[in-house]
Structures are given as structure tokens and as C-alpha cells.
């Protein structure tokens, strides 16, 4: 068992930023792939972002891509999530999920474990 812990989540300016946490406990960390999930009210979940077990490899959306930075210390069994330049359209929870799958195959199908979640919400 992998239990996942997001923190950092609030309430900020659009062009604003906020950095995400997940703290894992359980199993070994470093042996999952990582993501960052989100759900915005009234749609699906939705792909973030997603980094490799050595974090030498990271992945986004389009719709973040330029402005988000995932990565890891697996020394603290941590995963990061930075969000620069935030939009309104970026509010939603976000959930950090790890993957059994390779990083650049990380979509809900293949999540292993799951966050609850941390809103973020940005005002415009």
C-alpha cells in the first residue's frame, strides 16, 4: 500500500503561483511513476502531469506545458507539482496518483493509488 498526501492547495490572483506537494508513505516511492491529476467542477478528471521513477523524465498536458514543473525527491518520498503563471482554468482539485505503468503511459487507467485531493483556485 501507497499513501498519498497532497498539501499546498489555495486561493490565488490569476498570473500567480503555488507549488504542490505529495508526501508518500508505504511501499517503496521510488519504484512508481508519478502524476498530478485534475478535476474541475462539473468535468472529468484530467491528465496533468506525470514523472519517471528517476525523475530524469517528465510529461504535460498542453494545456500546462510551459508553466507547470512536476518533480520528485526520492530521498523524501516527495512529489512536487509547481504552477506558475496560473488562469482561472486551472482551478480545480488536484490529485497526485502513483503509477505501477511507465510515466509516458500515466492516465487513469493505470493509476495504482490515489490522492484525495487539494483545491486550488484562481481568481481572475
Known amino acids: 500500500q501507497v499513501q498519498l498526501v497532497e498539501s499546498g492547495g489555495g486561493l490565488v490572483q490569476a498570473g500567480g503561483s503555488l507549488r504542490l506537494s505529495c508526501a508518500a508513505s508505504?511501499?517503496?516511492?521510488?519504484?512508481?511513476?508519478m502524476g498530478w491529476f485534475r478535476q474541475a467542477p462539473g468535468k472529468e478528471r484530467e491528465f496533468v502531469a506525470a514523472i519517471s521513477r528517476n525523475g530524469g523524465s517528465t510529461y504535460y498536458a498542453d494545456s500546462v506545458k510551459g508553466r507547470f514543473t512536476i518533480s520528485r525527491d526520492n530521498a523524501k518520498n516527495t512529489v512536487y507539482l509547481q504552477m506558475n503563471s496560473l488562469k482561472p482554468e486551472d482551478t480545480a482539485v488536484y490529485y497526485c496518483?502513483?503509477?505501477?505503468?511507465?510515466?509516458?503511459?500515466?492516465?487513469?487507467?493505470?493509476?495504482?493509488?490515489w490522492g484525495k485531493g487539494t483545491l486550488v483556485t484562481v481568481s481572475s
Open positions: 508505504g511501499r517503496a516511492f521510488s519504484g512508481y511513476a
Open positions: 496518483a502513483a503509477s505501477g505503468a511507465p510515466a509516458q503511459a500515466m492516465s487513469i487507467r493505470v493509476i495504482n493509488y
